[in-house]
């Protein structure tokens, strides 16, 4: 069945050449504003001929660097430093970040898990639906700035996946290494299916996701990464002239084969992690404890680590719940590529 068109519409004409700051504006009718609107605050920059860049920052509201970053390369990059084009939107989920929340308070939605969108479906899924339909095909290359957010605080990394098509697996892989964060992923998702990363993926572009820090904050460091790794994509897919700039330290390739990557509690209670975020850790190891809060005198539950590896990502917050994520183990490689039956097992 064929899809309405988009109820969302722009104030910036994407084919204009020069410098805009507008919005997408989406209509919405409640309680605070019968007839309202989402406003989405996005910058296009086009300059000549060559590719075009979608950047984005805030699927999830919490998340601070790459907002925070794509906030000020917004008001800094001019149409003569690029040949092609540029989108911005640093807050795609704008309630959310709004809000200072994961997900959006007007729907509950959360927009990395709503793609490719429904233009009769919520807030949420209209959003993701615009950009499935109307920004990523305009793009030939999207950067989608994550960190941990509230509950996770997650090494400096950018990732690309294992893809059916070969090319389009190297392309991400190159500019996942040229960001320049200090390490390098191949990532395995839980469920991908109705990711942002998906959604591009199945149109062939290419996609670059990072995770740059944690916590529901930013630091100068995360923030100088964050900033380095955004103008290095740019150089590295021929918007912006000039040389990448590599991290301080030489780069270290992080992979994660599988599920067993992620450490999940099945107890409620107080955490405490026995490792640091960038430790190394061995097949075995205890890595966490949970304590029951409801008495004192009991033994704590013990978490080892499933496999070799760095801890790649921890909760941030003591508190713990069945099911959440505790911790994510990814092992050091030499070199990173490869379809899933040449990976570690």
């Not at 950067?143 to 070969?166: K, M, N, Q």
């Not at 590295?236 to 040389?243: A, M, S």
Request: net charge negative.
């Amino acid at each position: 069945m064929t899809k309405r068109p988009s109820p969302i519409s722009a104030t910036v004409d994407f084919d204009a050449e020069g410098v805009q700051h507008g919005f997408l504006k989406l209509p919405i009718s409640n309680d605070e504003s019968a007839w309202g609107a989402v406003m989405i605050p996005v910058t296009v920059i086009k300059h000549g001929e060559g590719p075009t860049a979608l950047l984005t920052g805030g699927n999830h509201g919490d998340e601070y660097e790459g907002i925070t970053a794509l906030q000020k390369l917004s008001s800094s990059l001019a149409a003569e430093d690029i040949q092609g084009r540029v989108i911005i939107v640093p807050m795609m989920n704008t309630p959310a970040a709004q809000a200072g929340r994961r997900t959006s308070p007007m729907d509950g939605g959360n927009l990395n898990r709503s793609f490719p969108g429904d233009p009769d479906g919520s807030v949420t899924e209209k959003i993701a639906d615009y950009f499935t339909r109307t920004l990523v095909p305009l793009s030939d290359v999207v950067l989608d700035l994550h960190s941990g957010g509230r509950t996770l605080d997650i090494l400096p990394f950018a990732a690309s996946h294992v893809l059916e098509d070969p090319d389009q697996q190297r392309r991400a892989l190159a500019g996942a290494k040229a960001f320049g964060a200090p390490y390098a992923m191949m990532m395995f998702e839980l469920d991908a299916e109705a990711l942002f990363d998906t959604a591009v993926e199945r149109q062939g572009k290419i996609f670059v996701a990072t995770e740059l820090g944690g916590g529901g904050t930013s630091t100068p460091q995360s923030l100088a990464i964050t900033e380095r790794g955004i103008r290095n994509f740019l150089v590295h897919f021929g918007l912006v002239e000039g040389t990448l700039e590599a991290p301080e330290a030489p780069q270290v390739y992080l992979d994660m084969p599988d599920a067993s990557c992620y450490v999940q509690s099945e107890h409620t209670g107080l955490l405490e992690l026995t490792v640091a975020l960038g430790e190394g850790v061995a097949r075995g190891q205890v890595i966490a404890r949970v304590y029951d809060m409801t008495r004192s005198g009991a033994a704590p539950v013990e978490y080892r680590a499933g496999r070799d590896g760095v801890l790649a990502a921890r909760r941030f917050p003591a508190n713990v719940n069945m099911g959440d994520t505790i911790a994510v183990i990814a092992e050091v490689v030499e070199s990173l590529g490869g379809t899933p039956d040449q990976r570690s097992p």
